[in-house]
């Protein structure tokens, strides 16, 4: 991937500007506490895709458990940021598809809001799970695909005065380039949950939690329909735990 087609790479300072160290108020309000409160007691942790390390970092701040958290980025520009500040993480530079990892090396493994970007999303999830430890947690965080994927969203219909939520075609695997700021593009693969859960349960792992947390009221201030805004999640998350080494049958 080079410089100048990775999105990443070119847009690290409108994410770092945008999302990071407190911006945006979805990540400080709940993903950061959220994925850091399902790893915890978790000694050796992975952030894979850490963009410039803002959950890895509050991660490294964890429990006294914790004694290392490697955040692993393919974007040279995310992971300079993260470099920078520092905060106590170890940082690799590389892609999820190919862990540079032996297997079982960690004991907590999180993927936030990266999976939609893979487009090798099977090759991820088995190097997820093989750098991961008999009892280890694995945490996907993604987009929750069937609220919010490509055609789903709020409809606000003036003529037949009606407001509701729209579920877009929601078994169809497709990727999308979205322009969610100004000459900010990013691909998207959405994908249905199926395609991540049954994967990683085949690879030897159990689901144990599930979350589709209801999106923060600060975060939702100005929305038109505060009512119906609230009861749709934005975020799904999983957390599998690892009981075999070997693979299960599908
Ligand atoms: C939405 S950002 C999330 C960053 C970080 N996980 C967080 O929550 O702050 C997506 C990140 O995934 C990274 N990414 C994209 N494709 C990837 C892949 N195949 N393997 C690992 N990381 C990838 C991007 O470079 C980018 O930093």
């Known amino acids: ?36 409160s399902q790893l915890e007691g978790a000694a050796r942790v992975l952030d894979l895709g850490c963009g410039e390390g803002h959950l890895a970092r509050r991660l490294a701040r964890g429990t006294r458990e914790r004694e290392i958290v490697v955040g692993l980025e393919p974007s040279a ?11 106590g993480p170890r940082y690799v530079r590389g892609v999820g598809e190919r862990l540079p990892f032996r297997d079982g090396s960690f004991d907590g493994v999180v993927c936030c809001l990266v999976i939609e970007h893979s487009s090798d999303p099977d090759a991820l999830l088995a190097e997820a799970v093989r750098v991961l430890a008999v009892g280890g947690r694995f945490l996907l965080l993604v987009n929750h695909p069937l609220f919010q994927g490509t055609g789903s969203g709020l409809v606000d219909d003036q003529i037949m005065g009606e407001r509701y939520w729209r579920v877009g075609p929601y078994l169809s695997e497709d990727v999308v380039y979205e322009e969610v700021d100004p000459g900010v593009r990013l691909r998207f693969a959405h994908r249905p949950l199926s395609r991540y ?17 209801e999106p923060p009221l600060a975060f939702l201030e100005g929305s038109i329909d505060l009512e119906l805004e609230s009861a749709i999640p934005r975020l799904l998350l999983l957390r599998f735990e690892r009981v075999r080494a070997e693979q299960m049958g599908q």
């Open 1 to 36: 991937m080079s410089a100048t087609e990775d999105p990443w790479e070119r847009h690290a300072t409108w994410w770092r500007e945008t999302f990071t160290n407190g911006a945006d108020l979805e990540y400080e309000l709940q993903i950061l506490p959220l994925a850091s």
């Open 77 to 87: 520009a995310q992971l300079a940021g993260a470099v920078e500040q520092a905060g």
């Open 197 to 213: 859960v049954n994967p990683v349960t085949a690879l030897g792992c159990v689901l144990t939690r599930l979350e589709e947390p």
